[in-house]
């Protein structure tokens, strides 16, 4: 399926990415896109003109520009589920008609934002002073990485987000709330998920416990309407959504509410701005000018091309902290499939392993690996030209000098006779080769560097709605359905059957050694 990539990666071989630079005093704008006000810089890779030409013609043959048009106008691509991906409805501020099942979702949408932004405008300067997002994966992931990733905007109640299970999430941010003067949100699409819903039970017995009526103190956000009502949410506090809006893409909507009380109905639109900015990017900019089709070709390079298996995501900015794992469920639940649309197996690997940690913390952590290692890991860096700590400008400054020491030093890397004479000072004869090569980095590891103004409302949504193409476009060559997540379901179903066996309600039996084992140790050990 890859051949010609296999065909390009022969043909470069060993080339090392700074003689392209001495080759082409323009690589670096060639091998840029420049859109949005964004710089989107892969020339730090050993990609040159024939490849693009050939990776591009691969996204043409897979039939991108077509699938994506299928997308925004409602067609069904999700197929194992029979919905539409229409989470660009949800960024649609014109309000242009989107028909699915020949009917315009429009109105909808437009009425539950104004109904969002009545309540985030209400919650200004009123009793509620902290909000708990109770929700898992796309309903927690989102708005946790957005609020933090815009406190600087952030002037309503504070927002805390409960997802695990783990009771010590829920505990811990209770006892940092006043039973009167907290609001909670349960985000779940489906209203069953067993995480949210049991958090959802302990907040309301929470209340109970402290005399504290659970009328008001509720909403739901939710695409189940009648399931949040036998909650105990009436139906005008429950802001609904349809199934097409699939969880990991759906923050731009009702899921959104906990980020939109944080920082305000105008920049929650701002953010929304953002991400139809890139849409309309995304749908008429040339495939060289594509700032989404070029990264996802620099993936489906660095994946499937050269076989490397994990990515980095690497944001020099902070408030970034929680983007790779964001990241992880927008791209690993998307992209990490098996089987082709139609069901065969797959010819090649699906998605990367995605990870990552802002820099320049991973600096000190493990970028002695990505430096050293003999596994090649591409990064993807993130760097604003200015923060918003003005007074704290030099600390911008170290943080761009780092972000950019590394990618240079990624691709030159330092060579043995340069080693030697770092040290050939301390060290004589063979413990000075020795010494030497201890210091020696490769070099000619690819990175990329997404650069932006400054990490404000519309920038990230420009930054999440560029990741969702990629994804998309990923997908689309892979001929994968990014759109479902069938790879969930086991374990659930398997945590369920369990559950009775770890509260002793039943015998256990029927499972394998090890894990009637694990149990047994629980069950001698819980309390102890
Ligand atoms: O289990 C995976 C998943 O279905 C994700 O796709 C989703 O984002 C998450 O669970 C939460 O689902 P819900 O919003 O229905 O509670």
Known sequence: ?????????????????????????????????????????????????????????????????????????????????????????????????????????????????????TLAKELRGSAIKDVVNIGIGGSDLGPAMATLALAPYHDGPRCHFVSNVDGADIADTLRKCDPETTLFIVASKTFTTIETMTNARTAKAWLAAHGTSADGKFIALSSAVEKAEAFGIPADRVFGFEDWVGGRYSMWGPIGLSLMIAVGPQAFRAFLRGGQAMDRHFLNAAPEENMALMLALVGIWHNQGLGY????????????????????????????????????????????????????????????????????????????????????????????????????????????????????????????????????????????????????????????????????????ILNINSYDQWGVELGKELATALGPMVTGEQAVEGKDGSTAQLLDYVHRNAGS
């Open 309 to 476: 298996a994990t990515r980095a995501v690497l944001p020099y900015d902070n408030r970034l902290s929680r983007l790779p794992a964001y990241l992880q469920q927008l791209e690993m639940e998307s992209n990490g499939k098996g089987v082709s649309m139609d069901g065969a197996d797959l010819t090649s690997h699906s998605g990367p392993v995605v990870w990552g940690e802002p820099g320049t913390n991973g600096q000190h952590a493990f970028y002695q690996l990505i430096h050293q290692g003999t596994r090649v890991v591409p990064c993807e860096f993130m760097l604003a030209a200015a923060g918003h700590e003005e007074d704290l400008e030099h600390h911008h400054h170290l943080l761009v000098a780092n972000c950019l020491a590394q990618s240079e030093a990624l691709m030159r890397g330092r060579g043995l006779d340069e080693a030697r004479s770092k040290v050939a000072d301390k060290f004589k004869g063979d413990e000075l080769e020795r010494q030497a090569r201890h210091r020696v980095f490769p070099g000619n590891r690819p990175s990329t560097t997404l650069i932006y103004p400054l990490l404000d409302p519309e920038t990230l949504g420009k930054i999440i709605a560029l990741y969702e193409h990629r994804v998309f476009v990923e997908g689309v």
């Open 1 to 117: 399926m890859f051949d010609d990539l296999k065909k390009q990666a022969a043909r470069i071989g060993e080339r090392r990415i700074e003689t392209l630079f001495q080759d082409d005093a323009q690589r670096a704008s060639t091998f840029s896109v420049d859109a949005l006000g964004m710089l989107f810089d892969y020339s730090k890779t050993q990609i040159d003109a024939p490849l693009r030409d050939d990776l591009i013609a691969m996204a043409q043959r897979a039939g991108v520009a077509e699938r994506a048009k299928a997308m925004f106008s409602g067609e069904k691509i999700n197929e194992t589920e029979g919905r539409a991906v229409l989470h660009t409805a949800l960024r649609n501020l014109d309000g242009d008609a989107v028909l699915v099942d020949g009917a315009d979702v429009m109105p909808e949408v437009l009425e539950t934002l104004d109904r969002m932004e």
